[in-house]
């Protein structure tokens, strides 16, 4: 190959000026758009725009320059570009909801018809049709709600504003209209498709294959010492796991002023994520249970004092300690002041519930009591409780609806941790109103299971049984309990993939979060079969769950399920240089490309949300619980008694 030289029209190095700079032969000289060189000496242009929040408009002077090099029929290509050539583009719009599809097979080697390409919360410009080439493209947007393939139809491709990446007129200038620059660090996936794509594109402007070695991604997945025991890489893992609340920032001041929800599904097209400031009382309490496993792990003062921090939190500042009818509440985020969803008070109590259990102690004890029996009169005759209350609404009347009328919610997604924290609580008090409580939700939402009330997934509902059923069983020993529990988690088996995890399947698509893309909370499944992992509402349970039942029925058989699932998870954690994703597990993660990847069509927790109760708390724990087997046995040594 002849040696090449690229002009690289920019205001600052990138992803793909880098990446252009490391190919053998080429000399990528840089550019600032307000300069004034002669073209004439290079091969082929690339115009970057891409680095920059307002898309790259060229200056008269070098938009005459380039044209002219345009003309004489020279290679160029205009990245987040307003107008070039014959096309100019409307302002920029978010792409959060959309994705990049392969419009044909054979244009980009390795991509085939409807791939489809996440560039995440990125931007990007619509060229207005009447100036614009309305040959077919080789990206186009889409916005449908699929995993990781659409279907490709002229319909799909009509809409010229769409169009992500194209040949334009004359047909040696290659325009994209999005920010690709730094696609690398802004976490294009999949990343093998990612690859492809930049390959596709440097090599087409250098005519010849590109060299895509040297490229710094940021983040891998997997243990860092796979021959090493399980017990070690989970140690390794949990521990990894704990120090993120803290290097994320999630846990700041010890705990004392509560912890963060954790970083949003939102990354932007510099690599930044966003994150979720907002204090919500369920992820304090729930992030508390790790760092006190970690004080028994490591007789660690300072884990302990961190966990107290949090759970003083819960009950000091969130709970209604006021006389009357709403005395006992616990909030539920400082915005949502008035709201109570009794699952996410669950989380918030089960915690201090363990550390009672497993040290004796009693603090706030009383206060668990009194958030448990404002949950049980606002709970109806059914023993169900409808999803949330929100005290504006609770007048005398609507409190007296709420005791004498059925729940209708036969849902584990709304109820069975709350029934679980019911159980443990009356383990800890003898209190018998909480055990009536408990078994007669629990048979409630087993009368009707399999088909409960879904949410996200069928996955979903099988994975939030396990613990509480396995806490029933510890408390009333009866068979029927014990057939329940093995039920559902033999039926959470059809699901299991090989990597050890539970992959998201909802029979008959019944789960009510199925809305369209970007109008709401959305499950990760598009259909059955897709390889998808949701560790945001499913297998993030099952590291407590199977640990607890491993510890109620002493059958290995669960201990074997937590062993399976726990080197997943070890595989599945992220290793990063931004602390923000260290040590981290994102909501979806693709089971047979081993990378965080999924539908974005949840408004709220996409895929690479990292909740910090829902996820990093409740795993980090159950691998804890595995590690403290030992410790921890004794204390169910009474396990179906009665």
């Not at 996440?118 to 931007?123: G, L, R, S």
């Not at 090493?228 to 893992?237: D, F, H, N």
């Amino acid at each position: 190959m002849n040696n090449q030289k690229i002009a690289v029209i920019t205001t600052e190095p990138s992803d793909f000026s880098e990446l252009l700079a490391r190919q053998k032969g080429v000399e990528a000289v840089m550019i600032r758009p307000e300069e004034s060189p002669s073209l004439e000496q290079y091969d082929a242009i690339a115009i970057l725009g891409g680095v920059s929040k307002l898309p790259l408009l060229l200056p008269a002077r070098m938009r005459v320059a380039v044209e002219a090099q345009l003309q004489k029929g020279k290679k160029v290509f205009a990245e987040y570009v307003g107008s070039i050539g014959h096309v100019y583009c409307e302002s920029p719009v978010s792409t959060r909801f959309e994705r990049l599809a392969v419009c044909a097979d054979g244009q980009i080697e390795g991509l085939h018809k409807g791939d489809l390409i996440e560039d995440q919360c990125n931007v990007r410009l619509k060229p207005y049709s009447s100036f614009c080439s309305h040959s077919l493209p080789i990206l186009q947007y889409v916005k449908k709600h699929a995993h990781d393939r659409v279907e490709m139809d002229e319909g799909v491709t009509a809409a010229i504003c769409d169009r992500g990446l194209w040949f334009d007129n004359p047909e040696h200038l290659m325009i994209c209209s999005f920010r690709l620059a730094s696609a690398v660090r802004a976490r294009f996936a999949p990343r093998d498709s990612a690859v492809k794509l930049l390959a596709y594109i440097v090599g087409w402007l250098i005519d010849a294959e590109a060299d895509m070695s040297g490229l710094e991604f940021p983040y891998t997945v997997g243990s860092r010492n796979p021959d090493a025991p399980l017990t070690e890489q989970v140690k390794a893992a949990a521990g990894k796991a704990l120090g993120w609340f803290e290097r994320s920032g999630v846990v700041y001041d010890e705990g004392r002023s509560g912890a963060l929800e954790g970083p949003g599904t939102e990354i932007y097209p510099d690599g930044t994520q966003r994150m979720g400031r907002i204090h919500r009382v369920d992820c304090i309490g729930e992030i508390a249970l790790p760092y006190f496993l970690h004080s028994m792990l490591a007789s660690d003062e300072r884990s302990l004092a961190v966990a107290s921090n949090l759970q003083n939190l819960v009950y000091e500042q969130f709970q209604c300690k006021e006389e009357g009818p709403l005395r006992g509440m616990i909030r539920w985020t400082e915005e949502a002041w008035g709201v109570c969803y009794q699952d996410d008070v669950a989380r918030a109590i089960i915690p201090q519930l363990l550390r009672c259990l497993y040290t004796g102690s009693r603090e706030h004890l009383d206060d668990i009591v009194e958030a448990l029996d404002f949950l049980i009169r606002t709970t109806g005759t059914d023993g169900t409780r409808v999803y949330r209350t929100d005290n504006v609404k609770l007048t005398p009347e609507k409190l007296e609806q709420l005791r004498t009328t059925p729940g209708n919610l036969m849902s584990a997604h709304y109820n069975a941790f709350y029934y679980g924290a019911l159980l443990l609580a009356y383990k800890l008090t003898g209190n018998k109103r909480f055990r009536g409580a408990a078994v007669k939700g629990l048979e409630a939402i087993m009368s009707v299971y399999p088909e409960t009330k879904r949410e996200q997934s069928e996955t979903q509902e099988y994975c939030r049984l396990i613990m509480p059923l396995a806490w029933l069983v510890w408390v009333t020993g009866e068979a029927t309990h014990r057939e329940w529990l093995y039920r559902v988690s033999g039926d959470l088996q059809k699901f299991k993939h090989d990597c050890g995890a539970y992959l998201e399947w909802d029979d008959g698509y019944r789960a009510s979060m199925r809305h369209e893309i970007g109008k709401g909370e959305s499950s990760l499944i598009a259909k059955n079969g897709d390889p998808v992992i949701d560790l945001l509402y499913s297998n993030n349970w099952l590291p407590l769950g199977f640990i607890q039942a491993y510890f109620v029925t002493k059958d290995a058989h669960f201990k074997w399920l937590w062993e399976q699932l726990a080197g997943f998870l070890v595989s599945a954690q992220i290793h990063s240089g931004d602390p923000m994703i260290d040590g981290a597990w994102a909501r979806a993660f693709d089971a047979e490309k081993a990378e965080v990847f999924g539908s974005p069509a949840d408004v709220g927790w996409g895929p690479w949300s990292i909740e910090s109760g829902w996820t990093m708390a409740e795993i980090t724990s159950g691998l804890m619980m595995g590690l403290l087997e030992e410790r921890l046995l004794p204390f169910y040594a009474d396990a179906a008694a009665g």
